[in-house]
Nanobody
Framework: QVQLVESGGGLVQPGGSLRLSCAAS????????MGWYRQAPGKEREFVAA???????KYAESVKGRFTISTDIATRTVNLQMNSLKPEDTAVYFC????????????WGQGTQVTVSS
């Protein structure tokens, strides 16, 4: 069982920045990928960003150029730096991790609220 704990959400004005962090209970070397999804009220959960074990980052088109995903191997943390935030970025952000194995298992954090409003 992989435990994922998010932090860093909050209220920010449009154009502002926030940094989300996700601390994992296991090493990245046991994970296939880790990243973030988000879910706005009344909408389905959608992909935001991910980083694979090889280190490459992937982003949703809606956040490219504004969000940056990074990892800290020593602290087993995945970070999401969010800049130039827009009201449409308002959502609960969920960290996820895919653990290597057969089958691959996906684990989720509890979610952290991000609200972009003036």
């Amino acid at each position: 069982q992989v435990q994922l704990v998010e932090s860093g959400g909050g209220l920010v004005q449009p154009g502002g920045s926030l940094r989300l962090s996700c601390a994992a209970s296991e090493s990245f070397f046991s994970m296939k990928s880790m990243g973030w999804y988000r879910q706005a009220p009344g909408k389905e959960r959608e992909f935001v960003a991910a980083v694979t074990r090889g280190g490459s980052g992937k982003y949703a088109e809606s956040v490219k150029g504004r969000f940056t995903i990074s990892t800290d191997i020593a602290t087993r943390t995945v970070n999401l730096q969010m800049n130039s935030l827009k009201p449409e970025d308002t959502a609960v952000y969920f960290c996820y991790g895919e653990k290597n194995g057969f089958p691959v298992k996906t684990y989720w954090g509890q979610g952290t609220q991000v609200t972009v409003s003036s």
